[in-house]
């Protein structure tokens, strides 16, 4: 079973930043994808941006090109997203996501679609709130 904790979020101003980092552990296939998403009250929630282990990286909602990034860190199964610029429409809770699979292109695909529908395994959430 495949466990996510998400860490970073909180408070900011408009045009501040965060990171979010997703651990994760317990992957027993050769491929994963990992991913974030938004989950705004009264909308449903969306993918962000997500990443296979090969490297398949998607930049899914339009609203966050050139603002926000993912990238794998240091620690193995570790995911980072890094939040430029927020704007008051950024509040939400943020979620990471996984799935994993024994066929990579079937991992690079998940990636570039960045559906919640597509990943098993969530982290518990991290809320942002960018307000002045």
């Known amino acids: 079973q495949v466990q996510l904790v998400e860490s970073g979020g909180g408070l900011v101003q408009p045009g501040g930043s965060l990171k979010l980092s997703c651990q994760a552990d317990?992957?027993?296939?050769?491929?994963?994808?990992i991913g974030w998403f938004r989950e705004v009250p009264g909308k449903e929630r969306e993918g962000l941006l997500c990443?296979?282990?090969?490297?398949?990286?998607?930049n899914h909602k339009d609203s966050v090109k050139g603002r926000f990034t993912i990238s794998r860190g240091e620690a193995e199964h570790t995911v980072d997203l890094q939040m430029n610029n927020l704007q008051p429409e950024d509040t939400g809770t943020y979620f990471c996501?996984?799935?994993?699979?024994?066929?990579?292109?079937?991992?690079?695909?998940?990636?570039?679609?960045?559906?919640?529908?597509?990943?098993?395994?969530w982290g518990q959430g991290a809320q942002v709130i960018v307000s002045s």
């Open positions: 317990g992957f027993s296939l050769d491929y994963n994808t």
């Open positions: 996501a996984a799935m994993q699979t024994r066929v990579r292109t079937v991992s690079e695909r998940r990636a570039l679609d960045c559906a919640p529908s597509d990943f098993r395994f």
């Open positions: 990443i296979s282990s090969s490297n398949g990286i998607t």
